[in-house]
Nanobody, 115 residues
Framework: QVQLVESGGGLVQPGGSLKLSCAAS????????MGWFRQAPGKQRELVAT???????NYEDSVKGRFTISRDNAENTVYLQMNSLKPEDTAVYYC?????????WGQGTQVTVSS
């Protein structure tokens, strides 16, 4: 099993930045895929960004060039640096991990972009 604990959400003005962190209970090197999803009110959960153990990254089109996902294997942590935030980025952000073909989720952290 993998436990995931997120932190770093909050309220930010449009154009601002936030950095989300997700600490895993297992070595990040052993987790094949880690990433971030988000769910806005009344909408389905959607992929934001993923990072494979091999170093490949993938981003949803609307966040390309603004968000950056990274892993710190020594700290068993995955990060999501979010820049140039827009009101439409407002959502609950969930950390995700796929470990031995099973999906694991964090509890979610709220990100609100508003003036």
């Amino acid at each position: 099993q993998v436990q995931l604990v997120e932190s770093g959400g909050g309220l930010v003005q449009p154009g601002g930045s936030l950095k989300l962190s997700c600490a895993a209970s297992r070595s990040a090197v052993s987790i094949s895929l880690m990433g971030w999803f988000r769910q806005a009110p009344g909408k389905q959960r959607e992929l934001v960004a993923t990072s494979s153990s091999g170093g490949n990254t993938n981003y949803e089109d609307s966040v390309k060039g603004r968000f950056t996902i990274s892993r710190d294997n020594a700290e068993n942590t995955v990060y999501l640096q979010m820049n140039s935030l827009k009101p439409e980025d407002t959502a609950v952000y969930y950390c995700y991990a796929n470990y031995w073909f099973k999906d694991y989720w964090g509890q979610g952290t709220q990100v609100t972009v508003s003036s």
